[in-house]
């Protein structure tokens, strides 16, 4: 990243595991202070003593439950108790909910859109201000291919949770072209994390061939290397293999596009 950034605030959602985590570590490496959110204050604590250990910056941890309406503005709210100005956020929390739309229950859905769009946006409106005032800040929102690709049937609404991110990033990125803000997001295929033992896939998945697979640390210094570019882009794919499918997406015909979906989504997605 870039000297600038150097000794600056880090505020990591879902950093309990998987990409958050690795993203915390990363960022700690490059002496940034961090502040940790997720529901699972244990994991949070044992990583944040870890970082400070390690490389010596100040790790704070802020359990909150995305899922509450209430969170973002309690979260924020106690930052600026706190007197903690937050200039790189990183909006990473998520999962995936399995079956169709009608199954499971309604709230389950809602719940899952709150931390998935809601949370997200209103994170990116309460902190921004603050960023554009400094003339700095760094927004990633943590995406996937699955934004990119035709949706597949199961998990109904994660495909298009992540298509709202890259479009809501675009537009973000462009209205902050000349503020000193800069706004990612990140779209990595197939990852080695927890997320597919916690949505209950982990057997589907671990079919697909392994050079479709990606490690979070190569993911996250993709991401953390395009924020350095003066003119990065808005919406980043990192694995090349991801890359040369998104373009091979572009050309082809969608009414093939839909029918390799449709082929394809046994192998990772649980409809029932």
Known sequence: MQAETVNKTALITGASAGLGAEY???LAALGNNLVLTARRTERMETLASELTAKFGVKVQV??????????PQR?????ATDNIDIDILINNAGYGVTGTLNVP??????????VMVNAVVELC????????????????NVASMA?????????????????????????????NINTGVKVQALCPGFTYTEFHDVTGTREQVSKM??????????????SLEELKHKNSLPV??????YRSIERFMRWMPRRMAYKTMLKRAKTFRQVD
Not at 62 to 71: E, G, H, Q, T
Request: hydrophobic residues 45%.
């Open 24 to 26: 915390a570590r990363q």
């Open 62 to 71: 802020y359990p909150a439950d995305l899922a509450d309406p209430d969170s």
């Open 75 to 79: 979260l924020c709210a106690q930052l």
């Open 105 to 114: 229950e309604w709230n389950a859905h809602q719940d899952f859109m709150q």
């Open 125 to 140: 409106y309460l902190l921004l201000p603050s960023m554009q005032q400094r003339g700095f800040g760094e927004i990633v």
């Open 147 to 175: 934004a990119i690709l035709p949706g597949a049937p199961g998990h109904t609404l994660y495909a298009a949770s992540k298509a709202f991110l890259v479009r809501f990033s675009e537009s973000l990125a462009m209205e």
């Open 209 to 222: 061939p392994d050079k479709l697979w990606l490690n979070a640390s190569d993911v996250i210094s993709y």
């Open 236 to 241: 980043v794919i990192p694995g090349r293999q």
